[in-house]
């Protein structure tokens, strides 16, 4: 019953022959288990994981931002792909800031607009009966600009009727708009009204950013064109700040399932080099306890060491945050084989806690992510063990014998409504009476459980058990490599003292 190996046994026992052969066992034991993880979440799936697990992380605004940029700075087609997305994503989301850097180019808005009568009628063609103030976008500053500028321009507004109209006119009755031929009189503004097109009245119209969806590609090549053409401090400065301000899930949901593999392994490490330096560390609490932190990859990235490779963070990402969708893959008729090796393995694990906290101590000697990533293939496996052993397991001793407290709360049986005859009542209360070990039996055994796992918050239920205990034994796992790792005497796998290192295991409970 010690399968979930949480408190680490007292150095005690002598390594002999069988106890080396059992270390090498559960070695070899574990590289199996790798190889039929490595087949099942190498897919689209483990690595679609990986990116969500990105996202979910606690990151300073100014790492953000670093890590993003140097994804859009990239050259090549790749690098285009991911500032067209970014870029898109600034002028849905955030379309006042792109306006701020669009809608003072005039040279811009006059290419933009010029030739296109489409353009012109959705923009400028917004005339209401109302009056001036219930004219919109591009109309409104055409009707004020003209008023303001009406000595210099009046002339230039077109009219669809047999004459013209006087401003005066017009300012009393602004239906007269509506007459307005406006394509000749945008065209007559392109040609000869340069001020209007950098005029304070049509930048009022657009300043919200209703603009861009007239042609949102239009505008997204015409910001990119600013970006690697112009090179305008001004567009780059914009798009710095919309990577720090964006939510990270959002940003990594839309741009991070472009990048190729060695890209992404790229911006893993790039996250680990933001966050080195500028991550807060948390392990420890008020009152001598512990905090834990946030998630494994939080940890991993707060930390100097980089990712290996790409397959290593999916993997120790998959094994970590998705236990349950993994044994799920595995039971479809495609992985048939595959749930043979799952079944095999499981039959040969050594549950022995001194060889497995034996072979966590040499993991000591590996890189942090392929630590991590033994410890979730070992979670995995406790997963798959409780959920497949679920009716043979006795969880009240589980949870002695690793020191869980616990409360039981028996689940109180549905009461049937329909009232029993006196006869029945008597039957029964002599069942009950008699004292049945098999009734007694059957009520233990639907009981759900208060754990100081989660500080008795939840009442956990026998199906759900698998899940949580695996996540907590993975939890626990990492706070000891932590607590390890921190003694001083263990840096980058030189061991200086074995002792001491099993003392500081054995502390830790």
Known sequence: MG??????????????????EAVERRWKWLQCVEDLVRKI??????RMWLCAALGSLDLPPAAQRAAFLGLVSKDGEEGRSIRQRVI??????????????????????????????????????KFSSGGNSDHQWGARALARFTFVHRESCWHELDWNGKHGQAPATVASKPHYFLELDVLRTVDNFLDKVPSFWRSDELWDSMKNGEFLSLDIDFFINALEEKMMVDD????????????AEESLSKLSNCVLHLLSEESLLTFVNELVFQMSSKGPRKNERKGG???????????????????????DAIVCNACANHRRQIVKIVGDEDYEEETKVLKRLLGEAE?????????????????????????GLEALMLYWYLTEKSGQI???LLFKENRIRFDAAPVTPRKRKKRKSRKSRKDTEDSSNSGSDDGESSSMEHKSWRLCTDNFRFLWRKEDLPEHLSGYAFDEWIF?????????????????NEGALCIAWSGLA
């Open 41 to 46: 979440v190498l897919g689209g799936e483990g």
């Open 394 to 396: 006795s969880y009240p």
């Open 480 to 496: 000891s490599y932590e607590a390890a790792l921190s003694i001083g005497e263990i840096l980058r796998g030189n061991l200086k």
């Open 88 to 125: 898109r994503m600034l002028c849905e989301n955030r379309p006042a800031w792109a306006a701020r850097v669009l809608a003072r180019d005039d040279r811009l808005l006059r290419r933009f607009f010029e030739g296109d009568s489409q353009r012109i009628l959705q923009w400028f063609g």
């Open 232 to 243: 305008c401090p001004e567009t780059w400065n914009l798009v710095e700040d919309y990577l």
């Open 351 to 375: 549950c022995d806690p001194a060889v497995v906290w034996a072979v966590r101590r040499q993991n000591l000697k590996l890189d942090k992510w392929s630590c991590l990533k033994f410890l």
């Open 289 to 311: 306890g512990r905090e834990k932190q946030k998630t494994w990859l939080q940890e991993v990235i707060l930390s100097e060491e980089r990712c290996p490779t790409l397959y």
């Open 3 to 20: 399968i979930l190996c949480l408190p680490p046994p007292a150095p005690d026992r002598a390594a002999g022959k069988d106890f080396e």
